[in-house]
């Protein structure tokens, strides 16, 4: 295995950070997440309307602060789970969005987990004040525990640094 | 051809071809890659055609050695580096670990190298890596501009200190350092510490007089002057004991083994001489070009700071700026699209996922640093570029806000 460091994007990556599909904050969603943060570098936010009789995603539309392989995965995304009721739509990973992406570089992997973990966010959002479905676990999934350690990330790097800092003033 | 590369192969080739070309190109990613004077280019071409190595004893090993000598001499002349020796590598990372690792490989007891805390990563990792071999590292602080903090240094140079390394001209920020004065704070208290500057950023674009402000060591490279790339240099000052860090033959200098890079050194002798002649004149052109786009941009787009000092004391040639709410990898691609290339301090960007260094000691916000453009001019620009990527940036920036959440903005 070769082992350069490429971060070459596939053409429909290109694509879909040019024309992304369901952009934008949504007025009349039932249900909204977001995963990541500003600092992090990685924000995804993802709209919902659901069809309450049915459970089923209606419309999905996402806001994204993030690298082309993060804006082209939540457009993906919002695009497949339209039509789909909220236990498949549960059941999408990150490594069905990176195939369908023609294979996200390793580098970029985090970008789907991240996209899935809003996801995840917004389905649990929905059913905060429901009645929640057998299939909804109640433990955390790897993908939402992955978004959480992103957004912690930021702060034990800032832990890091003030570490480093303290040093040198030991050195005083 | 092996599965994984035909893969790969195969991916970026497709990813050229859905990548429109922009009917207008302008390149100002000079950090990570750099254009060519046509002249330095004719040369390479010439000396591939006709010079030979050299080490040996022939005719085209004679002419290549007639292409070192002179690029030595137009190198050493351009930055009044005093008598010492000076050793060709492929690249100006090449230089400053021959330089940290080479020196601390000859130590005879002293363990301690000072390192501003902005220095390029082939300055800081080598300085790091020695951390494993008993020597001891500390990182002298920045203010907001980059500037380092002279009391800070001061305080830290004492009699177990080896080395000190600070850039002339920060690569990202450009900051202009006052390295008279740092050496000036280092030797009077120790004549024998050893003080490098990493100058691969300041050739060409600052004045510079390395026996004057009391260098021992410089390193250059070949491609940030518009030369080509695959040449650096390492200027040692007479008496300095350093030893090799690669070990083999067929090279002209005890330093540095393998077959010297004839054809680039040709071509950075021709950029040196291009540099010195017309010195005056590159640098007026591109602190007009540097202005310019830094002016432009702060007229047509909000939310946006410049990170580095203004004026006189930032690099003619440095244009780095932050775009909130607009991260940087994504920028690059959207200005790539419009012809525009240039790189970002933004985490995504990197191979580890951490934002600028450079930018974090300089105590920006992650946010500020994830949303960094770096973009650099060079006597090659001219105002039609300038005025074609001020025109592109407003839409680029506006398009990639325009996906950001709106919740944050």
């Known amino acids: 295995m070769s082992s350069r460091i490429p971060l070459p994007y596939s053409p429909k990556v290109l694509e879909l950070f040019r024309s992304p599909k369901n952009l934008g904050r949504m007025d009349d969603a039932n249900a909204i997440a977001a995963a990541g943060s500003l600092a992090c570098g990685d924000m995804i936010t993802i709209y919902l309307k659901i069809d309450e009789q049915a ?78 479905p057998d299939w909804l676990p109640e433990e955390l999934t790897p993908d939402e525990r992955h978004a959480l350690e992103e957004e912690e990330l930021v702060k034990i790097l800032s832990k890091r640094i003030s570490v480093g800092r303290s040093g040198q003033d030991k050195d005083q | 051809m092996r599965k994984d590369l035909a893969e790969q192969l195969e991916k970026v080739r497709s990813l050229i071809s859905a990548h429109s070309r922009s009917s207008r190109e302008v390149y100002l990613d000079l950090e990570n890659s750099g254009l060519i004077f046509e002249e330095s280019l004719e040369e390479l071409i010439e000396a591939y055609r006709s010079r030979g190595n050299p080490s040996i004893t022939h005719r085209p090993g004679w002419w290549a050695l007639e292409v070192i000598l002179e690029a030595e001499a137009n190198l050493v002349e351009f930055v009044n580096a005093g008598n010492g020796e000076l050793v060709f590598t492929h690249s100006g990372t090449e230089a400053n670990n021959l330089a940290i690792m080479g020196l601390a490989r000859a130590s005879n007891g002293r363990r301690k190298i000072l390192v501003s805390a902005i220095e390029h990563l082939s300055v800081k990792f080598p300085a790091e890596r020695l951390q494993n071999q008993g020597f001891k590292l500390v990182e002298i602080p920045v203010d907001g501009e ?261 919740a944050v903005m």
């Not at chain 1, 991240?114 to 004040?129: E, Q």
């Not at chain 2, 024998?192 to 674009?205: K, N, P, Q, S, Y």
Request: with cysteine; hydrophobic share 40%; glycine share 8%.
């Open chain 1, 55 to 132: 459970e089923r995603i209606i419309d999905a539309s996402f806001e994204s602060y993030g690298c082309a392989a993060n804006i082209a995965t939540a457009s993906l995304l919002t695009e497949i789970i339209k039509e789909k009721s909220l236990r498949e739509a549960w059941s999408i990973s990150w490594k069905q969005l990176s195939d369908e992406l023609g294979g996200l570089p390793p580098i970029k992997y985090h970008c789907g987990i991240l996209a899935v973990g809003a996801l995840r966010r917004a389905i649990r959002a929905y059913y905060k004040d429901r009645v929640k």
């Open chain 2, 146 to 406: 980059g500037f380092v903090n002279l009391d800070h240094l001061a305080s830290q140079v004492d009699g177990d200190t080896l080395m000190v390394s600070i850039a002339a001209v920060n690569h990202e920020i450009g900051t202009i350092q006052d390295l008279k004065s740092i050496a000036e704070i280092v030797k009077d208290k120790n004549s024998e510490i050893i003080v490098h500057t990493d100058a691969c950023d300041a050739l060409g674009r600052v004045p510079l007089d390395l026996e004057r402000a009391r260098i021992d060591m410089a390193s250059f490279s070949g491609h940030k002057i518009l030369a080509p790339k695959g040449v650096g240099a390492l200027f040692i000052m007479e008496g300095i004991k350093i030893e090799p860090i690669l070990h083999g033959q067929l090279s002209s200098q005890r330093l540095w083994p393998g077959a010297e890079n004839i054809p680039a050194i040709a071509g950075f002798a021709k950029a040196l001489k291009l540099f010195r002649e017309n010195f005056d004149e590159y640098r007026s052109k591109m602190i007009k070009l540097r202005d310019t786009l830094i002016d432009g941009i702060f007229e047509r787009v909000d939310e946006v700071m410049l990170n580095g000092p203004r004026g006189d004391n930032r690099a003619p040639d440095n244009v780095n700026m932050s775009f909130l709410y607009c991260e940087g990898e994504a920028l690059t691609v959207e200005l790539s699209l419009r012809g525009i290339y240039v790189s970002s301090g933004s985490a995504c960007t990197s191979r580890i996922l951490e934002p600028s260094h450079v930018l974090l000691a300089i105590g920006k916000p992650y946010e500020v640093a994830h949303g960094s453009i770096l973009m650099k001019v060079s006597p090659m620009h001219d105002d039609e570029d300038i005025k074609y990527v001020l025109e592109q940036i407003p839409e680029a920036v506006n398009r990639i806000r325009f996906i950001s959440p709106k």
